[in-house]
Structures are given as structure tokens and as C-alpha cells.
């Protein structure tokens, strides 16, 4: 059978490289990889540490790219190459703009859709924004959908999706994590390397979503700047997003402030690395609120909602919100609280055991 894998951002190539690489092992199925570079540079670096070529690139981005154009432009390329290729299967992944554009042209195509990372759920679309409305209609156009957790299946359940054609399956990002985070890794920044950390606690603090720019991210970063003044044994090392609003704004604030490390964005490798020996994370990602827990790392959460609830009933990570006296306060706490971080960083890790892309490939081989 013929299964063709797309996507086009960092976070989905981190999430889907462990299971393309497995479909491409696999003697039962011929591997077809598309990527549409809706980011290029970040999606490069991904496809390199995992050892995978696409077989086709649409290498769509642009300076000043827009929702509409990434659209469009995903759309108009997808056309012809699944009408070369016409595959059993079409996977994509999460909520990205390549996701949902992709779905639809495998739609338009009559190509049977597998959605990865089904089900999650705000239940507002605006927030976060595009990606709520992305997952949902990629939901509604799916034929397989494969749900990280049951209260995602309970909320494909409830909108009406067929349950025979939903698999739990735990998350991929933790089948890539627990490959990645066994190979040895160096940082490249030099700041980074340098950096002191006997007898210092490490915050990493990542923060880029559309719904924060503005009043929100004033917020945010004010309340970490806050942190590392008061804290003396606190070292806060933040990868700045390549958006200029977030660079504009994380410079405005945080430049200068003693003990915050402001860095350009990091390879996935590094990441894990500093990830694995942080204190903590403060993150408006939602990769991050499954990869941390995984590593033992408890995770304040800069959103008014999340998608992942499971994560904040299972005790790993706890929603912050986007004011800087409740960021402060809650970082406060697990910085001077034992019990409570203790607590969280020993709390059980509900996204899965690292086989969720095993189970995908057997739930496709048998639908199809």
C-alpha cells in the first residue's frame, strides 16, 4: 500500500519523523514524504537529524507569508502531486495551516485522510489561532483518526466520529524525544555552552503564539524578568522565535536583564538537551507541555486554555495564564516549594510510552 506523509512546520516534522522512518521500513508499504516548508530553515534542520528526504518539497514560504497565501499555496501543490501519486493514504498531522490544507486536498482528491494527533479541543476558535480551526475541520475530513489520549477520543466521540475509526494511541512526540534524547549532543550557541549552571537552577521560557503577541507577551516576559531579579540562583535561557513582533518585544523587555540569556532559535537535538536540564519550563508550546513531562520537568503553561488538559489533570503542568502576577506567583512557588515541585516533576506523564507510531502503522495496515 502507498502512504503519503505530509507536512511543513518544525513541530510537525519532530512529531512525524519517527513514524516516516518506521512506514519507510516497513516492507508492506511504499513511504511517499511531502514537505511544504511552511517553515524552511527550522523544517531542514529536522529532516537532517532524523535522516529522511523528501521525495517531494513545495517549498512554499515566503517573506511576510500570510494564513490566506500558506493556504493556497499548500492547496494549488498538493494537486498534482497526489494526482501523480494517488496514495491509499494520506497522513497529516495536528493543526498547522499545511495540516488542514493538505486534508483538503486530499479531499478534493477522494484520498482517504489519517489525522495524527486527533481530537484535541479548546471549543474556541479563536484560541489558539488558526490552529483551533485547523485540527477541527482536518477532523471533519478525516478517515483515521489517530487521538494522543481518551478524552481526545471522547471529544471526536462527541462530535459524531464513528468510533471504529478512531485509535488511541498515545503521542509521537515522545517516540521522538526518547530516540532523540539517547544520542549524545553539544550546544551550539557559544553563550549557551559557556554557561555557568553549579549551584543554579535553569528556567527554558519559549513563547511565539499568535494570541500572545501584544498586551499578553508584555505580560509574560515582564513576570520573567521578575523571576530572574529575584531569584539569585536562577539562570533563564530563552530561544527567541524568529517572528520580528516576538523579537521586537522579548528585546524591549528582556535584553539586558541580569541572569536572562536571550538566544536565537535551537535545533531540536540541543533543545532536548536543555530541556532534560531545566528546573523547569515556562512555554505557550504545546509540544512542550507533552515533552517536559516526559523528562521529568514540571511546566507552567502562558495561555489562558490548553488543548491538553490531561496534562494539568495528571499534575505535569499547571495553566498560568497570562497575567504577570499569576506567572510570577505560580513560578514563584515551584521555585520555593519542594513538596509542590516534587510533586509535579513525579507526576505521571499521560502522552504514552514511546510507541504511538507503532500503533498507527498497525491500525492503518489493518483498515486498509
Known amino acids: ?6 507536512f511543513g512546520t518544525r513541530p510537525e516534522a519532530v512529531k512525524m519523523a519517527p513514524l516516516v522512518k518506521l512506514l519507510n521500513a516497513d516492507e508492506d508499504i511504499q513511504s511517499v514524504l511531502c514537505v511544504t516548508a511552511q517553515h524552511r530553515e527550522m523544517l531542514d534542520q529536522v529532516l537532517d537529524l532524523f535522516g529522511l528526504k523528501p521525495d517531494y518539497d513545495l517549498d512554499i514560504m515566503k517573506p511576510g507569508q500570510t494564513i490566506g497565501t500558506i493556504t493556497a499555496n499548500v492547496l494549488a501543490g498538493m494537486e498534482g502531486i497526489l494526482q501523480k501519486e494517488q496514495p ?3 497522513l497529516v498531522h495536528g493543526d498547522t495551516t499545511t495540516t488542514f490544507a493538505a486534508a483538503l486536498a486530499g479531499f478534493y482528491s477522494k484520498c482517504k485522510i489519517g489525522h495524527v494527533e486527533a481530537g484535541l479541543r479548546t471549543y474556541d476558535k479563536y484560541s489558539p489561532y488558526p490552529e483551533e480551526m ?68 535553569l528556567i527554558t521560557v519559549t513563547c511565539h503564539r499568535r494570541e500572545n503577541l501584544g498586551e499578553n507577551m508584555v505580560a509574560i516576559f515582564s513576570a520573567v524578568r521578575d523571576i530572574a531579579s529575584e531569584f539569585n540562583d536562577v539562570e533563564i535561557v530563552y530561544p527567541v522565535h524568529l517572528n520580528p513582533l516576538v ?122
Request: proline share 4%; hydrophobic share 40%.
Open 88 to 90: 491509499d493514504a494520506l
Open 247 to 368: 523579537r521586537g518585544t522579548a528585546g524591549e523587555i528582556l535584553r539586558g536583564a541580569e541572569r536572562v540569556h536571550l538566544i536565537e532559535p535551537m535545533t531540536y537535538h540541543p533543545f532536548v538537551k536543555l530541556m532534560s536540564m531545566s528546573h523547569l519550563i515556562i512555554t505557550d508550546s504545546g509540544g512542550m507541555q507533552e515533552e517536559a513531562p516526559a523528562l521529568g520537568k514540571p511546566v507552567l503553561v502562558v495561555r489562558r486554555e490548553t488543548e491538553r488538559p490531561e496534562a494539568v489533570e495528571a499534575g505535569t503542568v499547571k495553566l498560568a495564564g497570562v497575567k504577570r502576577e499569576d506567572i510570577y506567583r505560580l513560578t514563584k512557588e515551584l521555585l520555593a516549594n519542594e513538596t509542590e515541585y516534587g510533586r509535579m516533576a513525579k507526576a505521571v506523564n499521560p502522552y504514552g510510552d514511546g510507541n504511538a507510531c507503532r500503533r498507527i502503522a498497525a491500525a492503518l495496515k489493518e483498515s486498509l
Open 134 to 201: 485547523n485540527r477541527v475541520l482536518t477532523g471533519h475530513l478525516a478517515d483515521f483518526h489517530f487521538a494522543p489520549t481518551e478524552r481526545n477520543r471522547q471529544n471526536l466521540l462527541r462530535e459524531g466520529v464513528d468510533e471504529s475509526r478512531i485509535f488511541v494511541t498515545g503521542n509521537t512526540v515522545i517516540d521522538a524525544l526518547l530516540e532523540v534524547s539517547g544520542k549524545p549532543c553539544e550546544f551550539e550557541e557559544e553563550s549557551l555552552a559557556k554557561l555557568e549552571l553549579e549551584g543554579k537552577r
Open 1 to 6: 500500500m502507498k502512504i503519503m506523509t505530509v
